[in-house]
């Protein structure tokens, strides 16, 4: 058994209601880690053979929570959620922070493998090595904040019936979905602590499928042992101290970037994307700090980032929501893509999606694009079941949020996603809407768009990005530099990718020495292990269905508003320029190893031992 | 007069106290834990020499998000979790003032988690006995890594003449008045 590890795994058929310890072999974790790269592989060896056919909101489809060996010891623990997304048909190693993965690890698992489908809600309840499914009918339909409530006090009860003398129980750590997850909302998150999500992917719609509520789980060990604790110690330390030096993280969090993103690097999504600058000092985090942020700092299990804060509305018309800071991806879907500029509203809608358990990126880029058809008279007061989504109008957007948490109405078809909803829209009203839509893969693009060329991302960030509209895991050149390769790790090792900024490149593989004592160098990583999971994710989303698949030809592109130039700001006038975005995405095949229609190649595949796949993928090649 | 009442409850093992030692006392201003568990980490890494947030001798508690805190001993002057034990096997540190468990006589009977007034005291995971905070032998390891995070929600003062028992409150009890501090009347909701 590799050091790190709890080194066994839950599987929970809901169907069959049978609970069992699964093992996998030290090779295969040497190869594939943990978390997402772990997710891709068990995905691929279960389902491959038939993914086209598998719905990803069927019994059929797994569901996993998987921790990396890094989980609980490089500062800032999270768990990897996966499955086949019902955003992409491929897969998305979508992370979410918080105590859940130590406590899993902490009760002898690695994770959880989900299959089949309940017959009434569950919940599942892990303590240690005790595991049962349990009724979840009383807080089915239960937003957020009492699901958290009710399963606290329902898990804490328990603890404290079995095991009397043990003292004061510490509450389970929680995963659950809200009541879009239940309505099997494509937009749909499984969430922690009212406002932590794993949000790309749509996995909250796989859990509501599943008929699973909730996760909960108390684990009373150690962590794993690691192979040289004083290494772990001595790492943990260099990482905190350069961390602590942080300013600009750890006093704002992200929260500063609602107003900067806008106004410096002009790459802020405002009123879907017709722009991507705006000036707006009424969104500047000073008004953050001073009208709504209630706590300084909130952070997660072994952070030292703690790059949240807490945010209150104390008065007024939204008085009483509650959310994290917003972080930035949220203050820009759910402020200025609506045409919102004020923390109150903001906070207003963050609290809401957190409740009704949707996706702030995703959601925030379906409303601005019906806000959009709507401005263009596409979509109409009528089609729109008497609501008229003006830009700023928070009001109105909550409602329709609340619509497609429940898929009431015009709900019911944005419940299904930008993508997906641009598709219907079009046949019903026989207009090209897809140019309204600014996604991926069916996957809503990440807060950072791409036109000014002042942001981190670059043209063939979401285009050719294996997950999409992702803003973390982005495609880039060189290759094996730091993109999509060096997010693998985080997500597969599983730790917050936010405390690596300013940490040397090296320090996360002595990391993971130090903890499994296993030697991994940057090299190998990228050229054979990272590489692989990626080829797997990109074999797995071409083929892509049952609704339909991706064609690499039309489908690895940019959004087309991406190529209309910025109306205003200092960066008016730039946008993406197509014939040099086809060469980039040449270089970024031929350094992928895909051939001229963006499939992986035979010697690649062959290379890293995935015959199977270059079979599979055979049919895609003509 | 509450040193001879307690006379026999400090522990025969340690020297008697030296001038240069001052006790501590760990001041904690609650409201202000990021809820990052350093705490837990480094409490049980130097307890226990592994991470294991139950058996941490600190616990942060996170009834309600956003109102995480950590639990731990007040060490109150009068020490009722001393004076419950039936074997014997928890005393008064002479040095720290601390209440040190000795694992050999602990039965785990639980006495001491009823006496105290806050329910401090928790059963180690795996062993048996009592696990309560022996202030590291007057170096408490939480308070160097929140003071290191600039957290400062764990402080050493010099141990005064004070009522330290007040802190001695249960998870539910700092819960509901830090819920309704950061939360104001929907606070009383969450719990």
């Keep these: ?291 709504v942020w209630i706590k300084p700092y909130w952070g997660d299990f072994g952070c030292p980032t703690t790059c949240l804060e807490i945010a209150m509305v104390k008065t007024g018309k939204f008085k009483g929501a509650i959310t994290d800071d917003p972080d930035y991806e949220l203050q820009a879907y759910l402020g200025p893509n609506l045409g919102i500029f004020t923390p109150e509203e903001n906070v207003f809608l963050a609290s809401l999606v957190d409740d009704l358990g949707l996706c702030g990126i995703q959601t925030g880029n379906v409303l601005g694009f019906a806000a959009e058809l709507f401005q263009r008279g596409i979509l109409t007061k009528e089609d729109l079941d008497g609501l008229e989504p003006k830009w700023g109008d928070a009001e109105a957007f909550a409602e329709l949020a609340r619509k497609i948490a429940f898929r009431e109405g015009i709900g019911n078809l944005l419940a299904e996603g930008t993508y997906r909803a641009a598709l219907r829209i079009g046949e019903m009203k026989n207009v090209d809407v897809l140019q309204y839509a600014v996604q991926s893969k069916g996957i809503g693009i990440g807060a950072h768009g791409i036109r000014s060329g002042k942001d981190y991302t670059t043209n063939i960030s979401y285009a050719c990005s294996v997950q999409g509209g992702d803003h973390t895991s982005v495609a880039s050149l060189p290759l094996n530099d730091s993109g999509e390769l060096i997010m693998i790790f985080h997500d597969s090792a599983v730790y917050c990718f936010f405390n690596i900024f300013g940490i040397p490149r090296k320090l996360k593989f002595k990391f993971y020495k130090a903890v499994t004592g296993l030697r991994l160098t940057q090299k190998e990583w990228c050229n054979t292990k990272a590489l692989r999971i990626l080829q797997l994710q990109r074999t797995m989303l071409l083929l892509g269905g049952p609704d339909f698949e991706w064609n690499p030809k039309i489908h690895d592109d940019n959004p087309p508003r991406f190529y209309t130039p910025l109306p205003s700001g200092p960066y008016k006038r730039k946008t993406v ?46 | 007069m509450i040193y001879t009442e307690l006379q026999g409850f400090y522990t025969k093992k340690e020297i008697a106290l030296t001038t240069e030692e001052e006790p501590v006392w760990i001041a904690r201003d609650l409201s202000r834990c990021s809820g990052c568990r350093k705490c837990e980490i480094a409490c049980s890494l130097f307890h226990e020499n592994r991470i294991w947030p139950e058996a941490s001798r600190i616990r942060v508690f996170m009834l309600v998000p956003g109102v995480e805190f950590p639990h731990f001993c007040a060490q109150c002057k009068e020490y009722p979790c001393v004076k419950s034990c039936p074997t014997e096997a928890l005393s008064i540190s002479r040095k720290t003032n601390a209440v040190l468990v000795d694992e050999e006589k602990c039965v785990a009977c639980g006495n001491c988690i009823d006496a105290c007034p806050g329910k401090v005291p928790h059963m180690h995971p795996t062993k048996n006995y009592i696990l309560i905070c022996d202030l590291c032998g007057g170096d408490p390891e939480c308070v160097k890594v929140c003071r290191e995070g600039g957290w400062n929600v764990l402080e050493t003062v010099p141990r005064k003449d004070f009522t330290y028992s007040l802190y001695a409150r249960t998870p539910e009890e700092i819960t509901r008045d830090l819920a309704v501090k950061l939360y104001g009347e929907s606070g009383e909701e969450f719990l």
């Design chain 1, 1 to 291: 058994m590799i050091f790190g590890y709890a080194g066994k795994f839950l599987e929970v058929d809901l169907s069959e209601e049978k609970i069992r310890e699964v093992r996998f072999e030290d090779d295969l974790l040497k190869e594939y880690i943990g978390g997402r790269g772990l997710a891709t592989k068990i995905l691929w060896d279960r389902l491959g053979s038939r993914w086209e056919t598998v719905d990803p909101l069927g019994p059929e489809n797994i569901l996993l929570f998987l921790t990396g060996p890094l989980t609980g010891f490089y500062p800032g623990a999270r768990i990897c959620v996966s499955g086949k997304s019902p955003q992409s048909n491929g897969v998305v190693g979508s992370t979410v922070a918080g105590e859940f993965g130590v406590e899993l690890k902490c009760a002898g698992y690695d994770g959880v493998i989900v299959t089949g489908e309940a017959e009434k809600p569950a919940y599942l309840f892990i303590k240690d090595s005790d595991v049962e499914i349990r009724d979840a009918s009383h807080v089915w339909g239960k937003d957020a904040k009492q699901t958290v409530r009710l399963l606290t006090k329902e898990c804490r009860g328990l603890l404290k019936s079995r095991f009397p003398l043990y003292g004061e129980w510490k509450e389970p750590s929680i995963l659950y979905i809200g009541p879009a997850g239940e309505n099997r909302v494509r937009t749909a998150v499984v969430a922690a602590k009212w406002a932590h999500a794993a949000g790309y992917g749509g996995y909250g719609a796989v859990m509501g499928s599943k008929g699973l509520k909730a996760i909960a789980v108390k684990g009373t060990g150690p962590l794993p042992e690691v192979a040289n604790m004083k290494k772990v110690k001595w790492l943990t330390q260099a990482v905190c101290e350069d961390i602590y030096e942080d300013e600009l993280w750890r006093r704002w969090g992200t929260g500063s970037a609602g107003y900067t993103v806008g106004a410096k690097t002009s790459s802020e999504p405002v009123r879907n994307w017709q722009e991507e600058w705006h000036d707006e000092k009424s969104y500047g985090v000073d008004q953050f700090e001073n009208r």
């Design chain 1, 577 to 622: 320029n197509k014939r040099r975005f086809e060469e980039k995405k040449k270089k970024y095949y031929k350094a992928a190893e895909w051939d001229e229609n963006g499939v992986p190649n035979s010697k690649i595949l062959r290379k890293l031992g995935l015959e199977d796949a270059d079979k599979t993928l055979e049919k895609l090649r003509h």
